[in-house]
């Protein structure tokens, strides 16, 4: 439940806080709008994982582009640690692409995300080889990008991330890019980099196995226009790489909960492709 951290009695605001949050998008010039949020509200405690599942274009990558600061919401407040969010180095993001510099070498393209850090050169350096040995790149932080497979980029990205040890992590389906191996393995990573420097992360995905299997608290959307629709508490014990969470019964019987409200929210969705398909609970 969200709500309004104006009023000054209430106890420390929550890390992330989006209240009755609208936002709609204009095409080219004309007046067509489309609306991608609306009364979408969320509250985030500090160092809880959240995952952010729904369908494709119900609105995910515009709540992390409201909570990074760079779209400001039509109506609604927007709130990081109780102001307006500003990017900076206490913000991180993981996007799918990785978004690597071509001409740097993996050491220094961590080491370029801690420019605002205050931390100085030899500083930097030390911090980038930390994190690239916590992602097990040590031995590649002279190499390019170029010469990475897609896991290791995507393994310099999530040190890269984390270096800077922001209180905020905004992750944009950050594995949907590299093969199924790789990417439970850097689900793993994840978790463990987590596990030792906890972060507020909003984790946007549309795997239900990835959303569960990561996350403290799922939150599932609606179809656009987005918004909060169901807010599940994930309770499976920490730390998950030591056990088989696919085989846990909590985790079996989740997977199914959301599968299915996820199956029923694209048949009833009339902008959906699947629309009233075979098997739709839809009564035309
Ligand atoms: N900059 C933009 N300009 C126009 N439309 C946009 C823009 N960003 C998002 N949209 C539209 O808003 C809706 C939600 O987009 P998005 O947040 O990217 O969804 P998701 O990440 O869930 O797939 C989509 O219909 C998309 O086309
Ligand atoms: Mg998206």
Redo the contacts with the bound molecule.
């Keep these: 439940m969200t709500r309004s951290v104006s009023g000054g009695t209430e106890p420390a605001p929550a890390r992330i806080a989006l209240s009755g949050v609208s936002?709609g998008?204009?095409?080219g010039a004309g007046e067509i709008e489309?609306?991608?949020?609306k009364d979408f509200s969320l509250s985030v405690p500090a160092g809880e994982f959240v995952s952010i599942l729904?369908?494709?274009?119900?609105?995910?990558?515009?709540?992390?582009?409201l909570v990074d600061g760079l779209?400001s919401p039509d109506s609604g407040s927007v709130l990081v640690g109780g102001q307006p969010p500003k990017p900076g180095p206490d913000m991180g993001f993981v996007f799918q692409g990785f978004r690597l510099i071509p001409w740097a070498t993996a050491q220094d393209n961590v080491a370029f995300a801690l420019t605002a850090t205050g931390l100085d050169q030899q500083q930097r350096a030390d911090r980038a080889a930390h994190y690239l040995e916590l992602v097990g790149l040590k031995g590649f932080a002279r190499a390019y990008p170029g010469e990475l497979s897609g896991g290791m980029k995507q393994r310099v990205a999530l040190a890269r991330a984390f270096a800077s040890e922001p209180a905020t992590l905004l992750m944009?389906?950050p594995f949907t890019s590299v093969d199924a191996q790789t990417r439970e393995l850097m689900q793993t990573e994840l978790l463990k980099l987590w596990a030792r420097r906890r972060a507020t992360v909003l984790f946007?995905t549309?795997s239900v196995d990835e959303a569960i299997m990561l996350a403290d608290r799922v939150v599932l959307?609606s179809p656009?226009p987005?918004r909060v629709i169901e807010e599940i508490t994930v309770g499976l014990p920490h730390p998950r790489w030591e056990y088989d969470v696919h085989t846990n019964p909590r985790f079996i019987e989740l997977r199914a909960y959301l599968w299915a409200a996820i199956r029923n929210l694209v048949l009833n969705d009339p902008s959906s492709d699947f629309y009233a398909a075979p098997g739709s609970r839809h009564l035309a």
């Design positions: 936002k998008f204009r095409h489309t609306l991608a949020l729904g369908p494709s274009g119900c609105g995910k990558t515009s709540v992390l582009r779209v944009d389906e946007v549309h959307m656009r987005g």
